[in-house]
């Protein structure tokens, strides 16, 4: 059992960073794959990237690469998602989800991913 809390949303404007952070408890962090997903007003949610249990490899949204990185802290329990250069079009509720058997195939899925945080808003001013 894996559960998840999100922090670090909020309101910017255009052009600026925030960096988002996903605390998870239990001692099995890292065996999960974590992702992030984002869901806009009126819209289905969306992949944005996922990172492998150890940190060594990621993966983005191809709308998201160069502006957004994610990273984690095994030893902290916690994934980060830095997004730098934000548009008005990034503003969503944040979710950080957690997967025990994520292929690198389906990893844009949100059914690989069994735990779900409560979500964090993004709101990016123009």
């Known amino acids: 059992q894996v559960q998840l809390v999100e922090s670090g949303g909020g309101l910017v404007q255009a052009g600026g960073s925030l960096r988002l952070s996903c605390a998870a408890s239990?001692?099995?962090?890292?065996?999960?794959?974590m992702g992030w997903f984002r869901q806009a007003p009126g819209k289905e949610r969306m992949f944005v990237a996922a990172v492998n249990w150890s940190g060594g490899r990621t993966y983005y949204a191809d709308s998201m690469k160069g502006r957004f990185t994610i990273s984690r802290d095994n030893a902290k329990n916690t994934v980060y998602l830095q997004m730098n250069s934000l548009k008005p079009e990034d503003t969503a509720v944040y979710y950080c989800?957690?997967?025990?058997?994520?292929?690198?195939?389906?990893?844009?899925?949100?059914?690989?991913?069994?735990?779900w945080g409560q979500g964090t808003q993004v709101t990016v001013s123009s």
């Open positions: 989800a957690a997967g025990r058997y994520v292929s690198d195939y389906n990893r844009e899925l949100q059914s690989e991913y069994g735990y």
């Open positions: 239990g001692r099995t962090f890292s065996s999960y794959a």
